[in-house]
């Protein structure tokens, strides 16, 4: 199983971005993806979380971002919207397959088997 993050860049505070995560390997396509970030100094935070049936936002992207799929390209999106300074980051997309994730666990990082590289976003103000 391979992912592939890509789409960061640097924007300027209040513009967009997406990021996609292309999923390859899985045999079927009932997995779970999650997108985390780190900043610079912190720890590495979940931000949203996507399965057949869920999604779930972290509290400080809410109402901002959204996560989408296209499971005929295998591919996990995340539209940054409104973006700010404190969501600079590198985002990683990860993945893990089987049943959803109940609220509350879904932020654990050692859920999730696979891991894609990072994709830099830099909000400047």
């Known amino acids: 199983v391979q992912l592939q993050a890509s789409g960061g860049g640097s924007v300027q505070a209040g513009g967009s971005l997406r990021l996609s995560c292309v999923a390859s390997?899985?045999?079927?396509?009932?997995?779970?993806i999650v997108w985390f970030r780190q900043a610079p100094g912190k720890e590495r935070e979940a931000v949203s979380y996507i399965s057949d049936d869920r999604k779930y936002y972290t509290d400080s992207v809410k109402g901002r971002f959204t996560i989408s799929r296209d499971k005929a390209k295998s591919t996990v999106y995340l539209q940054m919207n409104s973006v700010k300074p404190g969501d600079t980051a590198v985002y990683y997309c990860a993945a893990r397959r089987g049943f959803t994730l109940i609220s509350g666990i879904w932020r654990q990082q050692e859920r999730y088997d696979y891991w894609g590289q990072g994709t830099q976003v830099t909000v400047s103000s």
């Open positions: 390997g899985f045999t079927s396509d009932h997995y779970n």
